[in-house]
């Protein structure tokens, strides 16, 4: 059962974090070298797209890493679980009051007029994406040690 666990969680972790990382690194670069109203179009898209499914990614792998701690309680690594829960807990907040806001006006963007306020925020919303990709790496990184010992 733990085994089945193991795999579990880290393909949901490993592979929100990979899209997360896949927007920081490649999308949002791309999307920069488009024209103002292709640029919007695509970003609108993305923000709609991720802005619906990520909620419950992350929820979900925040529900697995609670459950990793509390079968591990009093083994070697439970601190790092805990730790991996609190950076996502935190991750989870950060995105809530800061970034899902930004999002939200994102999905709104008019394709035909990308102002410059408008590309400072999505400048903004990229800085602090890094951030959390940052961070959910870090949990990441503590849940592989925590399960490997």
């Known amino acids: 059962m733990m085994l089945a666990l193991n795999i579990v969680t880290i393909l949901c972790i490993g592979l929100l974090i990979g899209t997360e990382f896949a927007v920081a690194v490649f999308i949002n670069p791309i999307l920069r070298k488009l024209d103002d109203r292709a640029q919007a179009n695509a970003i609108r898209l993305f923000a709609k797209r991720l802005g619906t ?31 991996a829960c609190a950076i996502w807990v935190a991750v989870i907040i ?39 990709v940052a961070a959910l790496m870090a949990s990441m990184v503590c849940c592989l040690v925590a399960i490997g010992m």
Do not use: C
Request: no cysteine.
């Open 53 to 83: 499914a990520m909620p419950f990614w992350y929820a979900a792998s925040l529900l697995l890493l609670i459950v990793q701690a509390i079968l591990r309680r009093q083994e070697s690594g439970d601190a790092l679980l805990i730790a």
């Open 94 to 132: 950060h995105t809530l009051f800061v970034l899902v806001p930004i999002n939200n006006r994102m999905m709104k963007l008019d394709s035909n007029a990308f102002s410059a306020e408008e590309q400072r925020e999505h400048t903004k919303w990229d800085n602090l994406h890094r951030f959390r």
